[in-house]
């Protein structure tokens, strides 16, 4: 099994506020950085991403100005390594300053077969089970990756 991750939140101001600017600059090299880590499988890319995004009927519909990525690991260990060790832990530190503050840094975590790609839609299941239930051994937040990692 490998691990699948989702993670959205409202961003404070419109994509072309220049107050969002050190955010954007850096979101390729934030992604470059995970696509070259041990234990990358796949990510669903910016333009799939941004339509997902922006679709008004889609899973993030009732969820405008979003900002949100969805990847599929090896194990805990190599995708909690990325989110806290690397150039990503030192942005997630600076979330406040670019997401509201009572919504952001959502994070869903759940285990997909090998080769299976998962879509947003099935994040948000999983991440509105996650709200209903909290932390399980299928579906977990940042504890639970926390945990599984050893760290």
Same mark, same amino acid.
């Given at each position: 099994?490998?691990? +699948?991750?989702?993670?959205?939140? %409202? ?13 954007? !600059? ?10 070259? #880590? ?27 100005? %979003? +900002?949100?990525?969805? #990847?599929?690991?090896? !194990? ?19 979330? +406040? &300053? ?6 952001? #840094? ?12 998962? %879509?947003?839609? &099935? ?27 050893? +760290?």
């Amino acid at each position: 099994m490998q691990l +699948a991750e989702f993670n959205f939140g %409202t961003l404070r101001y419109p994509w072309d506020d220049p107050r969002l600017k050190d955010f954007q !600059d850096n979101l390729d090299r934030v992604n470059a950085i995970a696509q070259r #880590s041990d234990g990358f499988i796949w990510m669903l890319d910016e333009d799939a991403m941004d339509a997902v995004q922006n679709d008004p009927k889609g899973p993030l519909k009732d969820r405008p100005n %979003t +900002a949100s990525t969805l #990847s599929v690991w090896r !194990d805990a260990q190599s995708l909690w390594h990325f989110v806290d060790r690397t150039l990503h832990g030192q942005f997630m530190r600076r979330g +406040a &300053e670019w997401f509201k503050d009572d919504d952001r #840094s959502h994070l869903v975590i759940w285990e997909v077969q090998e080769g299976h790609l998962p %879509t947003v839609e &099935e994040a948000m299941e999983n991440w509105r089970t996650l709200q209903k239930m909290g932390e399980t051994t299928d579906i977990f937040g940042g504890k639970g990756l926390r945990d599984r990692a050893g +760290a």
